[in-house]
C-alpha cells in the first residue's frame, strides 16, 4: 500500500518553498532510520515531469516530482496511479493471452480426435448425444434417471444397460461440465470488467475461475463417462 509521510511540518515547508537542488531523503528519515537503505526509481509523470519515488527500507515513502516534494494527496494518487499504469497495467497483448488460454482451455473440453468414434461431433458432444442429455437434458438424479431409462430402452432389456448405475455418473458428468461452464462465465467476466478500480478483484476472480476450470475438466477425466470404452460397457 503506497502512503507518504505526511509530517505537517514537512508539507508546510516544502509546499511553500521549492528547492533547486538535487532531493536528498536524508533530512527526512526518522532517527531510527539513519542507516537505512534509500531505493529511488525514476521515472516521467504523465505530465512529462520528472518524477522519483523514494523507498526507505523498501517501502514507498516519499514521492518527489521536479524537485519539489509532494504534498497533496490528489497529486500524488494521480501521479502514482500514472506510474504503475505504464509500467504495470495489462496490455491489450496480455488480455488477449489470458482470453486465448481460456478460450484454448474450453476448447480442448471437446477436442476432436481422429478415429475416436464420435469423431464427426466431439469428444463432449458426443458423449452428451451418446447419452442423451441433447434430446432430454438432466441435472439431478430424479431427471437422470429418465434420460438413463430413455437410453437403455434403446439398448434393448439384454444388453445389460442399468439406469440406476448411468444415472449418477450422468448428475457427475452434467455437474462437472457445467462447473467448468460457471468458471469459464466467472472468468469472461472479471476480465471484461477489468479497469483500474477493479484490479484486485479481477486478477482474484480470473484466478479463482481458472482453478474450478482445472477442477471442472479433472472431474470429468475420471468419470466413467469420461472414455468411450466405459461409457460404451455401461450402456452397451
Not at 4 to 28: H, K, M, N
Not at 108 to 137: D, F, H
Not at 197 to 217: C, I, P, R, W, Y
Request: hydrophobic letters at 40%; one cysteine or more.
Amino acid at each position: 500500500m503506497f502512503h507518504l509521510r505526511t509530517l505537517l511540518a514537512f508539507i508546510l515547508l516544502f509546499t511553500a518553498i521549492g528547492f533547486s537542488a538535487e532531493f536528498s531523503a536524508t533530512p527526512y528519515l526518522y532517527s531510527t532510520e539513519k542507516s537505512a537503505t534509500l531505493d529511488t526509481i525514476s521515472f516521467q509523470t504523465q505530465a512529462n515531469g520528472s518524477a522519483k519515488l523514494v523507498k526507505i527500507n523498501g517501502e514507498e515513502a516519499l514521492l518527489v516530482v521536479d524537485n519539489k516534494l509532494m504534498g497533496d494527496k490528489a497529486a500524488i494518487s494521480s501521479v502514482i496511479e500514472g506510474y504503475y499504469r505504464a509500467n504495470f497495467y495489462p496490455s491489450a497483448d496480455d488480455f488477449a493471452a489470458l482470453k486465448g488460454y481460456a478460450d484454448a482451455f474450453k476448447k480442448s473440453r471437446n477436442v476432436v480426435l481422429p478415429g475416436y468414434v464420435g469423431e464427426a461431433w466431439g469428444i463432449e458432444n458426443y458423449c452428451k448425444q451418446a447419452l442423451g442429455m441433447t434430446v432430454k437434458p438432466c441435472n439431478d438424479y430424479s431427471s437422470c434417471i429418465q434420460t438413463a431409462s430413455i437410453v437403455c430402452s434403446n439398448y434393448g432389456a439384454g444388453s445389460g444397460c442399468d439406469p440406476s448405475l448411468l444415472a449418477p455418473l450422468m448428475v457427475d458428468y452434467i455437474r462437472s461440465t457445467k462447473k467448468f461452464d460457471d468458471a469459464y462465465a466467472k472468468f469472461t467476466n472479471a476480465l471484461n470488467s477489468f479497469g483500474p478500480n477493479t484490479v484486485t478483484s479481477s486478477l482474484t476472480f480470473m484466478d479463482e475461475a481458472f482453478d474450478l476450470m482445472k477442477t471442472g475438466a479433472d472431474e470429468v477425466a475420471v468419470n466413467k463417462l469420461g472414455t468411450s470404452a466405459a461409457g460404451q460397457r455401461l450402456i452397451g
